[in-house]
């Protein structure tokens, strides 16, 4: 079993819908990441968490640490949303290292 | 707004050749990093580096494998003897990262790396 699970792995919608994407993960954790992966291959940093609630724009990340589950939201979805997420987590005992979901890929048709 | 850069965006190599990747972090921090993501796979840890040596190290790390610090600036990955397998995406990343907290890492672009 994967410590970083992510759902869906494939993810359509049209033009303006609400668009969630789950990460759960397996070990105790420091905090989390959220990153965005373009067809280019680079990645960009979306979210760091550790507790609660961020937003930025029309994403918002949020964090269960109980539940050890954190979901990623995009509020009135564009076609330039289209891209690869991903989960990443450090481990509270794993030093520095990022342990990465496989990621979602989303598709917003106009 | 700072960013981390990294050379070449694209290296074409021959099998049992040596290759150097490099990065320039983020000048103000101080952790840096390497990953790489084969094509079709998860990105995957490779190395962390503090304070000019190797904090940690995953089991890909291995002896072909070799990272340093040549000055203040640049930050370089070193694959001793390329092997087919080792064709990937690898991602420098770096954070300003105190003591006592973990801070956000940053990723750079990505060097694709294709062994032949």
């Known amino acids: 079993k994967n410590e970083v699970e992510q759902s869906p792995q494939n993810l359509t919608a049209q033009e303006g819908e609400f668009i969630t994407i789950n990460c759960s993960y397996s070990?105790?954790?420091?905090?989390l990441h959220w990153l965005q992966q373009h067809p280019g291959g680079g990645i960009v940093s979306l979210f760091m968490?550790?507790?609660g609630k961020k937003k930025h724009g029309r994403l918002i990340a949020t964090i269960n640490i109980q539940e050890k589950h954190s979901s990623l939201h995009i509020t009135a979805s564009h076609p330039r949303d289209s891209a690869v997420y991903i989960c990443a987590v450090k481990g509270e005992t794993s030093g520095s290292r990022l342990t990465f979901g496989e990621g979602t890929q989303l598709t917003v048709n106009p | 707004e700072p960013e981390v850069t990294q050379t070449p965006s694209h290296q074409v190599t021959q099998m049992g050749q040596e290759v150097i990747l490099r990065c320039v972090p983020i000048?103000?921090?101080?952790?840096f990093y390497w990953y790489r993501q084969i094509l079709g796979q998860k990105v995957e840890f490779l190395v962390s580096f503090y304070n000019n040596e190797i904090s940690e190290k995953s089991e890909i790390f291995d002896d072909q494998f070799s990272v340093e610090r040549p000055d203040g600036s640049n930050f370089t990955l070193k694959i001793r003897s390329t092997k087919l397998e080792d064709s990937a995406m690898y991602f420098c990343a770096s954070s300003h990262r105190t003591y006592s907290s973990y801070n956000e890492q940053f990723f750079g672009p990505g060097t694709r790396l294709t062994v032949l």
């Open positions: 968490l550790s507790s």
């Open positions: 070990v105790g954790i420091s905090a």
């Open positions: 000048s103000n921090h101080l952790y």
